[in-house]
């Protein structure tokens, strides 16, 4: 079940509020370990008056997912289309994703949740599975990069961005699996490695310079 939108900017200020400490809570613990009457507490606000936002722990979960996918692909998808060529894009694409996930605590806990809440049938069947947008980018900057020819053309440009993204998320997990101080520098490590595969697979060879 779909949350209800508030029709104030009050009401929206309190939503927000309260997708962002959810969202750390269920970066921190995962969502099985996350307690409702946790978030509840942390929040401040009454059971009642949490209860008109976000009715369960599952509705509560599926509404961070929506709201941190959409505001963090438009992030990234700004400061990456920002460069002129879709080479330059590509080669930002996953410091800008690193980036996000180092100043965001919270985007740590998007594609566990949606595994989470899938695994058990509880996610909302409006929300996308946060690879989506993501593919869907990635499968833009390449299909571009193919019409100038600066990529090969005849990849499939969504099979590509699709076996890319799986492959960002999948490192990403492992790296979730280790300690807070650890993941960091884990997922950097290898997603460098993965640009590199990622670059040489695509017929890149002169990245531009920073």
Do not use: C
């Not at 949740?113 to 499968?139: K, R, S, Y």
């Amino acid at each position: 079940m779909s949350s209800p939108q508030p029709s104030t900017a009050k009401g929206a200020a309190t939503r927000a509020r309260l997708l962002e400490v959810a969202a750390i809570g269920f970066a921190e613990k995962g969502y099985s370990a996350t307690k409702f009457s946790e978030l509840i507490k942390t929040s401040g606000l009454t059971k009642g008056a949490f209860y008109f936002y976000f009715p369960s722990k599952a509705a509560l979960a599926s509404a961070v997912i929506a709201d941190q996918e959409q505001r963090w692909v438009d992030q990234v998808e700004k400061r990456v289309l920002a460069h002129q060529t879709p080479t330059e894009q590509l080669a930002d694409l996953l410091p800008a994703m690193l980036d996000l996930l180092k100043h965001e605590p919270g985007a740590w806990s998007v594609v566990r949740l949606a595994g989470e809440l899938g695994a058990d049938g509880a996610l909302d069947g409006n929300v996308a599975q946060p690879t989506d947008a993501w593919v869907e980018l990635l499968a833009g900057i390449i299909r571009a990069g193919q019409k100038t020819r600066e990529f090969r053309a005849e990849l499939d440009a969504g099979g590509v961005a699709t076996v890319l993204v799986g492959a960002f998320h999948g490192i990403k997990s492992l790296a979730d699996a280790g300690t807070p101080a650890d993941r960091g520098p884990q997922l950097e490590r290898h997603a460098e490695i993965l640009a590199d595969l990622a670059f040489a697979g695509l017929g890149i060879l002169n990245l531009p310079t920073a």
